[in-house]
């Protein structure tokens, strides 16, 4: 039971990069980051429109699709999206439920997976998100 719980944060936490790259670009980025946001938009809609994103397949697709982000990606969250797809490839790698529940339980205490897992969200926030006022009045 232990190890399904640990299966569904891993699924969770993909969920999360689903949905930061799900949002659209912002406006007035470099070329380079307009580039890098629309290609993580394009992971985020091939990701979300797939039934099989918990499954070993949906793990394989949301690492290749990462891949091909990062390869517009500027600087540091290159290297950021390339742990993230290496890191869901080595959970679908795992051989049937169990060994992948161990894989993500590990993943969940890998620092290297934290750490790209926040550089991702802290450049995509500040770089594509679009900008959201509050009026006070």
Known sequence: MRRMTMFAAVVASAALVVAALAAPAGAGVTAKTSKFCKAVANVGSDVSSDSSSGSTA??????????????????????????????????????????????????????????????????????????ISIPTT
Do not use: E, W
Request: proline share 3%; hydrophobic share 35%; net charge positive.
């Open 58 to 131: 949906g793990l394989k697709k949301t690492a290749n699709q990462l891949k091909k982000a990062a390869d517009s990606a500027p600087g540091k969250v290159k290297s950021s999206m390339n742990t993230l797809a290496s890191k869901f490839q080595s959970v679908a790698n795992a051989k049937g439920k169990i060994a992948q529940a161990q894989a993500a339980a590990k993943l969940l205490t890998d620092s290297s997976y934290r750490k790209a897992l926040q550089n991702f969200i802290s450049y995509y926030t500040k770089n594509c998100a679009p900008s």
